[in-house]
């Protein structure tokens, strides 16, 4: 599924294995100027969306019909901030987390409402005031944890911090979104390391890769190219579309297991998301320019490689 924005705007349903348009679901008015969240349930039944109208809105995949639609409920002065800068669905697609900021006169961070949705029927679950919160945050995959881009990671059943992630150097997305990205299991996180000057004077010096319980650092990558970053399912295997290839690294060894120059198409655009399938063997980047890509990982992914049988004093 895609979905565009501008006057073009879109939200469309596709084969993945021959590219043909299967259906196309009508757009909000207000999706001209924002339109950034779209996900599958696990099961691949419901399809959720979220743009710059404050509404999240849900279709059955298979015939195109809205499901339930809804807005964040609030007091009469919570309505002129009713937009959704952080949507997230739990792993197990029962749960929809979204957050809402307040205007905060430009500061990076500030206090934000957070809404939990029953993602079958729209019911909202239960409403939270965050104290700090940003458009960068990211969810772990059960929506447990939340990390921002300080490294501070929020317990959010007691709102407080749990641990901060070691880095010697600061984390950051000079093309705004989710700062960082979670392994499937929700055990690794990874995030661009930057040499930070300016926002428009940085230098990315590699992808850190930590161990969610601790905090500590578990590998270095040496990616050099920013770019947005996935994890494969099986939370061995993150991706990094950047300007001048697709890369595939090993989470835990930091070596190179895939690259893929890009050609002219991606350097022309700017990658907006990337995905996986859900057998790893292929990502989907989606670009500016209104195009997807979809591309072969198959020699990326891992066997597991029988062990050798046991001795007889092992036996």
């Known amino acids: 599924a895609t979905m565009s924005q501008g006057a073009g705007r879109t939200l469309c349903i596709w084969d993945a294995a021959t590219g043909k348009l299967v259906r196309t679901l009508p757009a909000s008015q207000a999706w001209w100027w924002q339109c950034h969240w779209l996900a599958f349930t696990p099961d691949g039944a419901r399809l959720l969306a979220a743009g710059g109208d404050g509404v999240v809105y849900c279709w059955d995949a298979s015939t195109g019909k809205q499901v339930w639609s809804g807005t964040?409920?609030?007091?009469?002065?919570?309505?002129?901030?009713?937009?959704?800068?952080?949507?997230?669905?739990?792993?197990?697609?029962?749960?929809?987390?979204?957050?809402?900021?307040?205007?905060?006169?430009?500061?990076?961070?500030?206090?934000?409402?957070?809404?939990?949705?029953?993602?079958?029927?729209?019911?909202?679950?239960?409403?939270?005031?965050?104290?700090?919160?940003?458009?960068?945050?990211?969810?772990?995959?059960?929506?447990?944890?939340?990390?921002?881009?300080?490294?501070?990671?929020?317990?959010?059943?007691?709102?407080?911090?749990?641990?901060?992630?070691?880095?010697?150097?600061?984390?950051w997305n000079p093309n705004a979104g989710e700062v960082g990205a979670f392994s499937p299991d929700?055990?690794?996180?990874?995030?661009?390391?930057?040499?930070?000057?300016?926002?428009?004077?940085?230098?990315?010096?590699?992808?850190?890769?930590?161990?969610?319980?601790?905090?500590?650092?578990?590998?270095?990558?040496?990616?050099?190219?920013?770019?947005?970053?996935?994890?494969?399912?099986?939370?061995?295997?993150?991706?990094?579309?950047?300007?001048?290839?697709?890369?595939?690294?090993?989470?835990?060894?930091?070596?190179?297991?895939?690259r893929q120059p890009v050609g002219g198409h991606l350097l022309n655009s700017y990658t907006s998301s990337i995905a996986f399938s859900p057998d790893g063997r292929r990502l989907v980047t989606g670009c500016t320019d209104t195009t997807a890509i979809i591309w072969n990982l198959s020699s990326a992914v891992r066997r597991p490689t029988p062990a050798p049988p046991l001795t007889t004093k092992e036996g």
């Open 186 to 258: 929700g055990a690794l996180f990874a995030a661009m390391l930057y040499n930070l000057k300016t926002a428009k004077d940085y230098k990315c010096l590699g992808i850190q890769v930590w161990e969610t319980a601790t905090g500590k650092p578990l590998a270095l990558i040496p990616e050099k190219d920013s770019g947005r970053l996935a994890f494969s399912p099986d939370g061995r295997t993150l991706a990094v579309v950047g300007s001048e290839a697709i890369r595939a690294w090993d989470a835990v060894t930091a070596a190179e297991v895939y």
């Open 72 to 171: 964040p409920s609030g007091s009469k002065q919570d309505e002129q901030w009713q937009h959704l800068d952080v949507c997230h669905l739990t792993a197990d697609g029962k749960r929809l987390i979204t957050l809402s900021l307040r205007p905060t006169d430009g500061r990076r961070y500030g206090p934000a409402v957070e809404i939990e949705w029953n993602a079958a029927t729209g019911e909202q679950l239960g409403r939270r005031d965050l104290s700090r919160a940003s458009v960068s945050d990211v969810f772990s995959p059960d929506g447990r944890l939340r990390v921002l881009d300080t490294g501070e990671v929020y317990d959010e059943l007691t709102g407080a911090v749990r641990q901060t992630l070691k880095s010697p150097l600061p984390i």
